[in-house]
């Protein structure tokens, strides 16, 4: 059975930071694409950033020079490291993970995506 954990979120002024992770039991993070997808009220849910089997990663471009993601084989673990936060990044924050090879366009597809963590809520304040 395959569980994504997601911790670290919270509430912080604008021009924070905070760090998400996502503990992963049941599945090996990296084997195939992992990712972070936000999604705010009254919104779709969006790729946020992505990481493949070779360590690859992207972003959007909303979040390019601001947010980093990393992965941890040694604990089986994803982060988000969010820095210079703004109030429009405020959305409940999802981490998850593909059983299954990507073309690298789709990596903002949550379709693509098979396991999903239950969210951790990051709201920045102004």
């Known amino acids: 059975q395959v569980q994504l954990v997601e911790s670290g979120g919270g509430s912080v002024q604008s021009g924070g930071s905070l760090r998400l992770a996502c503990a992963a039991s049941?599945?090996?993070?990296?084997?195939?694409?992992m990712g972070w997808f936000r999604q705010a009220p009254g919104k779709g849910r969006e790729g946020v950033a992505s990481l493949d089997l070779y360590s690859w990663s992207t972003y959007a471009d909303f979040v390019k020079g601001r947010f980093t993601i990393s992965h941890d084989s040694s604990k089986n673990t994803m982060y988000l490291q969010m820095s210079s936060l703004k109030p429009e990044d405020t959305a409940m924050y999802y981490c998850?993970?593909?059983?299954?090879?990507?073309?690298?366009?789709?990596?903002?597809?949550?379709?693509?995506?098979?396991?999903w963590g239950q969210g951790t809520q990051v709201a920045v304040s102004s």
């Open positions: 998850a993970a593909s059983d299954h090879v990507l073309l690298g366009a789709n990596w903002g597809n949550q379709y693509e995506y098979n396991y």
């Open positions: 049941g599945y090996t993070l990296g084997s195939h694409y």
